[in-house]
Nanobody, 118 residues
Framework: QVQLVESGGGLVQPGGSLRLSCAAA????????MGWYRQAPGKQRERELV?????????TYADSVKGRFTISKDSALNTVDLRMNRLKPDDTAVYYC??????????WGQGTQVTVSS
């Protein structure tokens, strides 16, 4: 059973924008918070939390994306979006959504690749 489906990634030039979308199963979406994570290329890279949004709509961002990324959610559709502006090569990564914090041992989605390159 698919629980998390991410979409919207692609190749974009530095300074460009992308909008990622995540469709989540209600059992995940209705937890305390949802988050977008990313895993940069290279061995031993851990997933880092990029942005999170609580059930009440409170948002938090990693310092590296603050002012450039915006997380939002649609509770009627169980979706969480990430609007990314002024993209940099360092934003290149596979982006995932999941609850925040994620549940240990629970499967992640396939992610969506974001590549920022000229």
């Amino acid at each position: 059973q698919v629980q998390l489906v991410e979409s919207g990634g692609g190749l974009v030039q530095p300074g460009g924008s992308l909008r990622l979308s995540c469709a989540a199963a209600s059992t995940i979406f209705n937890r305390l918070a949802m988050g977008w994570y990313r895993q940069a290329p290279g061995k031993q890279r851990e997933r880092e939390l990029v942005a999170s949004i609580t059930k009440s709509g409170t948002t938090t961002y990693a310092d590296s994306v603050k002012g450039r990324f915006t997380i939002s959610k649609d509770s009627a559709l169980n979706t969480v979006d990430l609007r990314m502006n002024r993209l940099k090569p360092d934003d290149t990564a596979v982006y995932y959504c999941n609850s925040f914090p994620p549940v240990a041992g629970e499967a992640w989605g396939q992610g969506t690749q974001v590549t920022v390159s000229s």
